[in-house]
């Protein structure tokens, strides 16, 4: 029998061709006219777990997108590990802007370009050819495993917090080790010891009954545009930091160690500066990028519309304003309670002679924390120490998964992440891709990963 | 041979089925499509003063919409008066709240619905027919007229500071009567003596290359609605005052007999609220509802827009944001200074961090004011006086009328305001109307207007 080095050496060109299959389907969660297709990607990554002699297979309905489940539970005495991942994928605008069709995967300088490529079709499936490797090689695998593949990760998880305590005994497990995430760059690893977490709310101002002729009423009563102006530059100060009342409340204070821990990741401003293409960083005074980015909480207007936007000029005094406000969020604030506040503070600024509406966003989750020395975590160390060479970088991360938060919450699991993206695969953009060394690390880490974990 | 009042008596039936003909031609200037439709308005225009025995009628190109021209000069030693008024009309959305097709005149309840049958066709169609009763029973007029009808009212009149000037000659008058405007109620004349003028600038905020997600950089740079919102802030105290410096330099003072004037002049608070439906009036300190409107300049954003506007959430950074400002102006603001001014205050207002671009609009003019005793006020006080059995008001309006500044420096030539709309009558708005009443009132109105100028 082959080792499952030599196996999965093998088989490479086989499983880059199905991994082909999985990306021709166009499994956008956030199109309705694309729910079948997440549906057949569903069923396609159920097939392909069956093949890889994963046990109780089933495509589970949620409400909204479905879930796959498998699993392989022949290890007495062992953890229960539960592998994460998601096979719907974001929508491919400004499909002009792709040099290949999204869903017609093609290898080009050993990289696979296609929508999902990166995020989270690549990760996710090789997992289970990694597990596919172990079965076919050892006969067996060194833990208890199960899987649980999502199909509504890009449009926040909404069913999962009712789905997830609903099938607790099926989803029960030691520890998550979710797929879908990246390292720092190829030479160097990283663990995501943490997520901010997220809240929302949209305001609605308005005056006159409709819009009216600014020659005619213009000065007699408050334009609408002008008191939500008004409302969102009292949120922040001139630097960037958060006037609404009690928001750094229970925003727990960053220990020396962990600044220092921060501190340590390389950090160009000229870089950022270039990669984002903007002409200065700015935000809350007495903190680094990389602390505002990852440990410090924001609050941003993601959109603002109302009146005229047309070519020229429209005199009009619009009748409504519309503003939709969100707030990342780090340990311990809690998003319902800081949606709370930003409605109070919009009432409280709210200028006189304009009726304004403010209401919580259904989009929300709490900031993710795994203790540095969660054994998963050790054991992701381990493994990336011997891939890489060297100390995996300990950071946080700024955007949300929701999933980390419901899988504590639901199931007491924390989530290792354990994934091999890399920054620049264009993932949610245009020419996403993955690389195949990529690809062929990932298996051999969750093979020595599951080994770890079993050891 | 019968006098004009009884020739227009009789005539009242085929003056109503020609005003439908007018009316049928769907010439909305501000729809490219409807260019020929405008053109056919005007042709129609061009023939019924020819049957009027007009002479000289000419359809005159512009450059953009046409012109109607004509004329009858035959009254040696007396002015020359030119009547004004527009033969196209604004668009028809909302198309699915008119009862009856808004190009497809019917009369019901003594009213004529139809668009731009208060704005402007009904008004300028009871010039012609005025002159025709004059014409036909006396043979004559009292005045030397000229007919200056123009096809671009409803989108600023773009091509008329150049084309008035490029026709001096033909457009030479004393002074210009405009058929574009109304009355204050159906048993109160008005005289109007005062337009505001208009400029507007557009801000354009960048910051990032493109969008940016809020979670992977948010509290990293300033977001651009930020910004936005941070300079509309600036430009207005909380009460309505305009911070721009020098706004008010040039802003000359009311007299006690001007505020006097226009204190006589009935307001109810409630009345104005319920009719804009606002739940306040609110403006600039120190000056009545009526003042703000008429007397005192404004600065307004008519439009903004960045970011998200879709349902729900998406958790972008835009990395655009833009908006529209547009400032009422009154005598003795330049709209070009004044444009200069609103650039300058972004510019020092413009938070570092983004890329602040401001740039004034084309569409500007300037402030307009009629002498009170103009000859030309005169002659109509005196008809109003005849007609309504008491004084008009005396009236400026909020808007603008760009022509009347531009026949002021072009023609050196005043405009009266001699029209017979009404305020209820939905003008710019579904189920526009125009009372046949106030048509037939307009046609001897008119007729009294040319003899007292003549005599």
Known sequence: MPSWEAFLNENQPRFIDELKQFLRFPSISSLPEHAEDV????????????AADIENVQVLSTGGHPVVYGDWLHAPDKPVVMIYG??????????????????DPIVKDNCIYARGASDNKGNLFLTILAVEALLQTEGSLPVNLKFFFEGQEE?????????LPGHKDLFACDMVISADGGQWDQDQPQLTVGLRGLCAVQIDVRTARRDVHSGSYGGTFLNPIHGLARIIDSMRDSEGKILVEGFYDSVR???????????EIPYSEQEFKEEIGIPETAGEPGFTTHERMWVRPTLDVNGIWGGFQGEGLK???????????SCRLVPDQDPGKIADRLVAHVKRYAPTGIAVEVKPVESKADPYLIPLDHAGNKAAVAVLKALYGKDPYYIRKGFTIPVC??????????????????????????????????????QRAYCMLLHELGG
Chains 1, 2 share one sequence.
């Open 315 to 325: 005199t009009v005094i619009p009748s409504e304003a519309h503003a939709k406000i």
């Open 253 to 263: 204070a960053l220990s020396e160690s962990e600044r220092a821990q921060i501190a």
């Open 86 to 103: 998601h096979f719907d994928v974001q929508p491919v605008d400004p499909i002009d802007l792709w040099t290949n069709p999204p869903f």
């Open 405 to 442: 938060g419901i899988l504590l919450s639901a199931l007491g699991a924390h989530t290792v992440n354990f994934a091999f993206s890399l920054k620049d695969e264009n993932i949610h953009a245009p020419d996403e891709f993955f690389r195949l060394r990529s690809f062929e690390l990932g």
């Open 39 to 50: 549906k057949q990607a569903a069923e396609w990554v159920a097939g392909r777990l069956r």
């Open 155 to 163: 449009i926040g998880s909404p069913q999962m917090p009712e789905f």
